[in-house]
Each structure stands twice: as C-alpha cells, then as structure tokens.
C-alpha cells in the first residue's frame, strides 16, 4: 500500500531564505507525483507536476524534483517571502485511475 | 473563468440527517473526485468518477453517496450512517485518469450540530 510521508510538519524561516520541503513515498511505481499549496480554510492550489519519467519541473521560484528509485521529491523555494506562508502538500498517484494519495502536509511560515 | 465550484461553503447537519454538497465543474474534465480532509490528516478519498454514469469508492466510502448523471456535476450526500461526518470536504477533477494535474474545488465546511 503506498504511503507518502512529508517531514518536517512545520517550518518557520526568515524571508529570503532559500529552502527545501521534502516528500517520500514506499512504493516507487507510480506515475506522476504533484505539489500543491493550501491556504488555511481554503483548497488546494496545484503547483507543479512531474511525470514519473521528469527528473524536475520549475515555475517561478519554485522547483520540485523527482528520484522515482528513492522514493524522493523535493520542492524547492528559492528567495522566500511572507506570501508563501501556507501548507504544502504532495500526492502521487500510483495507479491508473487518477486517485492521489496525499502526505499530511508541511506548514510554512516566512517571518518577515 | 474555468474552475470547480462548491456549495455551499460552510453546511450544519444536525443528527441523523442527510445533507448533499455541490461540485460542478466547467473545464470539462471526465475525471472528478471527492476527498474528505481532517485536521493532522492528510486528504482521503471518499469516491471518483471518469465518466458520466459511473463512479467508483475509494478509501472512506462508508455513509456516503454520490451521483455521476452530467459531466460537470458530481454532488456527494453525507448520510445518516457517517457517524464522525465534521470535516472539510474537497471537490477536485481531471482533464482525465493519467497524467494530468489535478485542480480543486474551494471546500465546504460540514459541521454536526
């Protein structure tokens, strides 16, 4: 059964830090993995999707990467600001149906 | 604007009761899904759809109910045999089943009162 694992729970940086929100899961079949960012009370803001056959995939400030063979992805947040303060998660999906199976999140906060 | 809206966005049950939650979508995606979220968990799904007239249960689908008759409407009934039904309920939808990004819905808010 695949499980998805996002550690830390919770981070606080200052602004303009760079910094790395990571993701595993236990079974390395699966065919794409996606990020996505919550606001508290709101739903879920898709950020990026890797295909199981990208290594990477950037918008913006942000990159995610993926290492299927690990079990790894991990969404990177370069120069960050107040604005990104919100929960992020990520889900895979390992089967042909299009179901995600989500990490419990990791909640960011960017002190000005 | 294409997008996913649901309604309403806060809802009370009162016991035994059944309420119904709407999803309706204009991205014409084939795929929709509903997911259950709680506090410190990690989203759940409750059932899914590719397409019109047929849906599918996912992981919690005990005291649920949904309906699949037009492609940009998939409501989910909470019904009386949800015993813990509080939570914060997420409509989402895709283009179709492999491949592509999944977009949500706004939530609503059911709360036993």
């Known amino acids: 059964k695949q499980e998805v694992t996002q550690i830390p729970a919770a981070l606080s940086v200052p602004e303009g830090e760079n910094l790395v929100l990571n993701c595993s899961f236990t079974?390395?079949?699966?065919?794409?993995l996606q990020w996505f960012r919550q606001d508290p009370g709101k739903g879920l803001t898709s950020l990026l999707l890797i295909q199981s056959s990208q290594r990477e995939q950037t918008s913006g400030r942000l990159n995610a990467s993926l290492d299927k063979s690990s079990g790894r992805s991990t969404l990177y947040i370069a120069a960050s600001q107040p604005g990104d303060s919100a929960t992020y998660l990520c889900a895979v999906d390992s089967s042909n149906t299009g179901k995600l199976i989500f990490g419990q999140g990791t909640t960011l906060q960017v002190k000005p | 604007d294409g997008g996913i809206t649901q309604s309403p966005k806060y809802l009370f049950r009162k016991e035994g009761q059944n309420v119904t939650l709407s999803c309706e979508q204009n991205?014409?995606?084939?795929?929709m899904y509903w997911y259950r979220q709680d506090p410190g968990q990690g989203l759940r799904l409750i059932y899914y759809?590719?397409?019109?007239?047929?849906?599918q249960k996912g992981d919690i689908a005990e005291g649920y109910s949904v309906s699949r008759e037009k492609k940009e409407s998939f409501p989910l009934t909470v019904t009386s045999a949800q015993k813990n039904p509080t939570a914060f309920y997420l409509c989402?939808?895709?283009?179709?089943?492999?491949?592509?990004?999944?977009?949500f819905g706004q939530g609503t808010r059911l709360t036993v009162v």
């Open positions: 989402a939808s895709r283009r179709d089943r492999t491949n592509t990004e999944a977009f």
């Open positions: 079974d390395s079949a699966i065919y794409n």
């Open positions: 759809s590719q397409i019109v007239n047929d849906f």
């Open positions: 991205l014409n995606h084939d795929a």
